[in-house]
């Protein structure tokens, strides 16, 4: 992969916004933490380094930040916090903050500092405590905020730029013209990342493994039809995708696996597992039991299912292709402290242990892009938009969806209802509006009344959520008119249900999933 510009971590939680700006911009970029950057820097070296924010004081802090700056010709740009490492590194002072500056500011040009096509006076977002309150020499403050605090230097003479705001955070005003500044003008780099150039970097990944024969554990999901596609322009009939109906799919899933077996060249084997998964979740509530007999069952079944294949046609499978990407690997520094590194691992964790226990190597071509990039790497590979533009739907899927113990009739109930939402979020025209909106079963009975009698009947709740990648969340404000135009078809079509609620709970404290 390309790795142009490093971008340090030190646990904002902008650090992949930083990076898909950057890209969005056309230059290739990586993130590293601190301590990995300097191991790195021992044998190859970036043509820039970006600094990100984080949630620490330079007064609590005594990494050794001065490796970064060794080689005085290789820009840097500090974000936030580093623009208090910069500062202090060189000289300069940092103040403890008082009050802190949050959310949007203004902030004016100084000193005649003008960026060509960009305002002096902008509104930007600001998230500090600390401040710097005097310049390291040979620096000269190029923004001032509104409330008098220092808001970006830039070196007079080395090609290094600090702002105390984030360019990256799109409510900022010409945010990203001036990280495009700062890569151009004063790092004076050279475009390197296109969508061509990604699909080109991915293919020559697949296009190492050609003749074998590569087993894709299929969902449907973005990621994985990405990958799918990407691999079987390389490999043709060589790829084989084996997707599993466990019984807790929602009508539009299957739909859409029908849909992809008719629109593409994709070779798909449907494993009808209904019957097995059903037995194997009998009578268990505890949402670690029900996933964890999820996701034991998908791998005996998967595993049966493939080597019955493999018998039967006589072939042998040696990779298994995944749809990982940038966010499942990132070695991520976590925000609430300096605890060290965590290497997130979400979304494939339903299929963990596979590739060890079946004996087979694994292709990870998307394992350095960002959905965003995978979602127009699938557009120009050929995939309608709404295949890819799909909100994400966990592996367990109503498993987790109805509460407590898992009944037919109760997947029945969030199948239909999770329709209505489907169907309405499309005539509305809100369902590319939200990240992911799905319905849930409450282990509760409420009262209500159906035609002239009591009901004492079952609760759906809506979750509706905006995001960006899971990690965090908002819930979705949608009109009332819809939310109630929802409702009200679910309390009439859905039998066995008399009330819906609206969940308006973020993550975090909550999750996404109910369970
Ligand atoms: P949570 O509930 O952790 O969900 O806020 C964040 C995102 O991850 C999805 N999710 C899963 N995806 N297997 C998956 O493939 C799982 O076990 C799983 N659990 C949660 C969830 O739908 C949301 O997009």
Redesign the pocket.
């Known amino acids: 992969m390309r790795e142009k510009i490093w971008i340090i971590d030190f646990g904002s939680q902008y650090t992949q916004l930083i990076a898909r700006r950057v890209r969005e911009l056309g230059f290739s970029c990586v993130i590293f933490p601190l301590e990995t950057a300097v191991e790195k820097l021992e044998s190859s070296s970036p043509e820039a380094f970006i600094l990100s924010g984080g949630p620490h004081s330079i007064f609590e802090d005594d990494s050794d930040f001065s490796e970064l700056f060794k080689n005085a010709h290789i820009p840097v740009l500090g974000i936030c916090y580093g623009m208090q490492i910069m500062g202090h590194l060189f000289g300069g002072k940092v103040e403890r903050g008082t009050q802190g500056e949050y959310g949007m500011a203004t902030i004016e040009a100084q000193n005649n500092f003008e960026i060509p096509g960009i305002e002096s006076e902008l509104k930007v977002w600001m998230s500090h405590f600390d401040h710097m309150s005097q310049l390291p020499p040979d620096f000269e403050l190029i923004y001032k905020s509104k409330n008098n605090l220092f808001a970006g230097m830039k070196h007079k003479t080395l090609p290094r730029l600090a702002l105390q705001f984030h360019p990256e955070v799109h409510h900022s005003q010409k945010g990203k013209e001036i990280l495009d500044y700062f890569l151009r003008d004063i790092a004076k780099l050279e475009k390197d990342w296109s969508t061509q150039v990604m699909i080109d970097l991915c293919s020559q990944e697949v296009a190492g493994v050609k003749g074998k024969k590569v087993l894709c554990a299929f969902s449907g999901g973005v990621d994985s039809l990405v990958a799918a596609t990407l691999a079987h322009n390389e490999l043709g009939d060589d790829l084989y995708c084996f997707f599993v109906d466990n019984g807790l799919l929602r009508p539009q899933d299957l739909h859409h696996i029908e849909l992809l077996k008719r629109e593409t060249p994709l070779n798909i084997e449907i494993i009808d597992a209904k019957k097995i998964f059903f037995e194997r979740f009998q009578g268990l509530s505890d949402p670690e039991l029900k996933?964890k007999a999820i996701g034991k069952t998908f791998i005996e079944v998967f595993e049966q299912k493939v080597h019955e294949f493999e018998e039967k046609k006589n072939i042998k499978f040696e990779y298994l292709l995944q749809g990982t990407i940038y966010p499942d690997v990132i070695e991520s520094v976590s925000p609430h402290g300096k605890s060290g590194k965590s290497v997130t691992i979400?979304?494939?964790?339903?299929v963990g242990g596979l590739p060890e226990r079946m004996k087979l190597k694994l292709l990870e071509p998307l394992k350095f892009l960002f959905k965003d990039e995978v979602r127009v790497m699938g557009e120009a590979l050929g995939l309608r938009h709404e295949r890819v533009y799909r909100h994400?739907?966990?592996?367990?899927g109503i498993g987790?969806r109805v509460l407590g113990e898992l009944k037919e009739e109760s997947v029945v109930k969030v199948q239909q209802s999770d329709q209505i939402l489907f169907e309405e979020l499309n005539l509305s025209g809100l369902y590319e509006q939200c990240w992911?909106a799905f319905t849930v079963l409450l282990p509760v009975k409420t009262v209500g009344v159906k035609g002239d009698a009591r009901a004492y009947e079952e609760v759906i709740c809506l979750r509706i959520v905006e995001s960006v990648d899971?990690m965090t969340?908002t819930w979705s404000n949608f009109p009332a008119e819809f939310l109630s135009k929802v409702s009200s078809r679910i309390t009439n079509e859905v039998p066995g249900v008399t009330r819906v609620v609206y969940d308006i709970t973020s993550?975090p404290p909550g999750?996404?999933?109910w369970e």
């Open positions: 996933r979400k979304s494939h964790h339903n994400p739907f966990p592996g367990p987790i992911q899971g969340a993550k999750t996404i999933e």
